[in-house]
């Protein structure tokens, strides 16, 4: 009976390492998978969020803005 309890346990034990190694490949996968997201997402937008106002104002200071005053008179 102990044999048996004993061989039993150390299956166990083995069945429990597998689960924790694939559960460690699955934890470092999602980690990667973050880190991916946050550099070719969240990262590029902040730079819109910075760009995109630039770019405008930059548009906006080469156009003559008496002109686009004139325009909305006509509208």
């Known amino acids: 009976?102990?044999?048996e309890l004993a061989e039993k346990l150390k299956e166990q034990d083995a069945k429990l390492e597998e689960?924790?190694?694939s559960v460690r490949a699955m934890r470092r996968y999602f980690q990667i998978t973050f880190w991916?997201?946050?550099?070719?997402f969240v990262l590029p937008l902040l730079g819109l969020l910075?760009?995109?106002?630039k770019?405008?104002?930059s548009y906006l200071g080469s156009v003559n803005i008496e002109?686009?005053?004139g325009l909305e008179?006509?509208?």
């Open 55 to 57: 770019a405008m104002n």
């Open 73 to 75: 008179m006509i509208y």
């Open 19 to 21: 689960i924790r190694e």
């Open 36 to 40: 991916v997201t946050i550099v070719f």
């Open 67 to 69: 002109d686009l005053r």
């Open 50 to 53: 910075y760009a995109v106002p």
């Open 1 to 3: 009976m102990d044999i």
